[in-house]
């Protein structure tokens, strides 16, 4: 089972939608939840960070994280074709302080 | 604030050269991440320094070397470079390092490999 597991995608949503982008992870004693937005071309840019259970709103952006499912999801409301990237999941496992990466889902916003 | 700053942007090398790719971290931040990117591996962490002391390693050979400066300034080096070296190599800088910090990435140096 991979570290961090994220649907490759293509995501595809209308624009004005809600996108919801998922990701699970293996280590339970993970504590510390990131997701990253990169562009073709270009390097990753942190959107949220995530360390407790519930909701995390940062003006279009929502996410969300339980522990006890092992899952920490991403939703971006009334999405934008500026939208339109790979959405990277990460955290930072307990055994180590590195922090791992998902494989990152593509978003595709249609007009 | 400056943001996270890399050079080269771009260099294309030989077979069996050797590369050295610089990172700037944002002003105050002590750690430094260095990542390689390609398409068929996605991110994948090479090294964490962090107050001049490499603090984790990833899985990769001993051709690839780094080191962090008094300044946090941080330089990483491929040896004896393969045509599967050909990526995009991150550098992201934070406060507190990966111990929980928030990582900013800088434009990222792309190498080819010919």
């Known amino acids: 089972q991979k570290e961090v597991e994220q649907n490759s995608g293509p995501l595809s949503v209308p624009e004005g939608a809600i996108a919801s982008l998922n990701c699970t992870y293996s280590d339970r004693g993970s504590q510390s939840f990131f997701w990253y937005r990169q562009y073709s071309g270009k390097s990753p840019e942190l959107i949220m960070s995530?360390?407790?259970?519930g909701d995390k709103e940062d003006g279009r952006f929502t996410a969300q994280l339980n522990k006890a499912s092992q899952y920490v999801s991403l939703l971006i409301r009334d999405s934008q074709p500026s939208d339109s990237a790979t959405y990277l999941c990460?955290?930072?496992?307990?055994?180590?302080?590195?922090?791992?990466f998902g494989s990152g889902t593509r978003l595709s916003i249609r007009p | 604030k400056a943001g996270v700053t890399q050079t080269p942007r771009y260099l294309i090398k030989t077979r069996g050269q050797q590369v050295t790719l610089s990172c700037s971290p944002i002003s105050g931040h002590r750690s430094v991440s260095w990542y390689q990117q390609t398409p068929g591996q996605g991110l994948q962490f090479l090294f964490e320094?962090?107050?001049?002391?490499?603090?984790n390693k990833g899985n990769f050979p001993g051709r690839f070397s780094g080191r962090q400066f008094s300044n946090s300034r941080s330089e990483m080096n491929v040896s004896t470079l393969e045509l599967g070296d050909s990526a995009l190599y991150l550098c992201?800088?934070?406060?507190?390092?990966?111990?929980?910090?928030?990582?900013?990435f800088g434009p990222g140096t792309r190498l080819t490999v010919l």
């Open positions: 992201a800088s934070s406060f507190t390092g990966t111990q929980g910090g928030e990582q900013f």
């Open positions: 320094y962090f107050s001049e002391t490499q603090r």
């Open positions: 990460a955290l930072k496992g307990s055994s180590a302080s590195k922090i791992i």
């Open positions: 995530i360390y407790s259970n």
